[in-house]
């Protein structure tokens, strides 16, 4: 399967940006989930800590889910 995308630059230079560099922003988001859980699970010993931090990964994973990309991100 090939897929093409068209984009009418400059008018779409930012929807250009975005598809041009989404993988980038996966990947970013991908390790920022990894280290924050592998922390989790190994580095922070505070209860109090490891509530706070599991709240902002659960309010990103809420962001994912909402704009239909978690499954993208969870691969």
């Not at 390790?31 to 509530?51: G, M, P, Q, V």
């Amino acid at each position: 399967m090939k897929a093409i995308l068209k984009f009418d630059l400059p008018e779409e230079q930012e929807e250009f940006e975005s598809a041009q560099r989404g993988r980038y922003v996966i990947g970013a988001v991908r390790r920022y989930l990894d280290n924050t859980r592998r922390k989790l699970k190994h580095t922070i010993a505070d209860d109090d800590e490891a509530r706070i931090v599991q709240r902002c990964v659960d309010e990103l994973c809420e962001c994912l889910e909402t704009y239909d990309v978690a499954d993208v991100v969870h691969r």
